[in-house]
């Protein structure tokens, strides 16, 4: 059984316009509606090519799409899926909310929950996978190597800030900001990853926002300097936060977070990757 979604004042979130429910034995699906039921039927069951793999989530991709599927059993993880729902569907939920106000994040295809008893035994996302794009990191140590100014360096570093505030501009913030969940191909659009973290419910406060910056200075200021991350971090305050205030706490801040990820990475075995070290002469 399909609904088909043509109704432009629709306020069903989960569906909107130009997607479709599909009701079949133990599956609820939201489905654009130029792919047919065989076309994701396909998709589903394809290996592909496994990206990462937990015991909670496998993350494949399957062509020009990446798909996430959780993993739960009739048990305590049946429980959680049901009685949290709505933070499965996030990143569903996250990806029309942000392209609908104008930012960019992967396109959203299908979402599908799986049933049984009335209880959510696990959901699928799946999305496009950002062909030809790198993280932020990636492009920034490929500017350094071609031997960027501070004036390319400077401009990356507006558009990136912009593209930041373009999430808040849309009433969400976003939970994890590191540099590798922002994905660009020439510096100047950039898609946003990881919508597990978007949060709708509430728009960004302190707290949030000093996480954020914490995390971004972090990604870029082994191979930058305050002069041009200063004035990334300052576009991206509030005009009532002193910057002369914020900055030296977000350096603490980093500085904290950082000794804490390398002992753990010292126990674990794992060589610290740090974005000068890959640079010439380094």
């Known amino acids: ?9 629709s306020k069903d979130p989960m569906c909107p316009l130009n997607f479709r429910i599909l009701r079949q034995w133990g599956k609820r699906i939201y489905l654009r509606n130029d792919v047919t039921d065989k076309q994701l039927e396909t998709l589903l069951t394809s290996p592909g090519e496994v990206l990462k793999s937990s015991r909670k989530a496998e993350v494949r991709r ?6 996430k599927e959780s993993r739960a059993s009739m048990g305590v993880r049946t429980v959680r899926h049901t009685l949290l729902r709505n933070r499965y569907r996030r990143p569903w939920l996250s990806a029309h909310h942000l392209r609908a106000n104008g930012v960019h994040v992967p396109e959203p295809l ?3 929950e799986k049933r049984r008893l009335g209880l ?12 030809g794009q790198v993280n932020s990191e990636e492009f920034l140590l490929s500017l350094l190597k071609q031997g960027a100014g501070a004036d390319v360096i400077g401009g990356f570093l507006d558009r990136l800030a912009d593209a930041i505030n373009s999430i808040e501009a849309a009433g969400a913030h976003h939970t994890d900001l590191s540099g590798k969940n922002v994905f660009t191909r020439e510096g100047d659009r950039f898609f946003f990853i990881d919508l597990d973290a978007v949060s709708l419910d509430s728009a960004i406060d302190e707290k949030e926002r000093f996480k954020n910056h914490v995390q971004l ?10 002069s041009l991350m200063v004035p990334f971090i300052e ?14 706490r977000v350096r603490k801040a980093q500085q904290e977070r950082r000794a804490a990820v390398e002992a753990k990475w010292e126990k674990q075995g794992i060589r610290p990757r740090r974005i000068r070290d890959e640079l010439p002469g380094a």
């Open 235 to 248: 576009k991206m305050l509030p005009a009532e936060i002193d910057l002369r205030v914020w900055m030296p």
């Open 120 to 131: 959510i035994s696990g959901t699928v996302c799946v999305f496009q996978y950002l062909a």
């Open 1 to 9: 059984m399909s609904t088909i979604n043509t109704d432009t004042t």
């Open 110 to 112: 299908a979402f599908v």
């Open 62 to 67: 399957v062509g020009h799409w990446v798909v």
């Open 217 to 226: 200075y972090d990604s870029f200021c082994d191979a930058l300097n305050d």
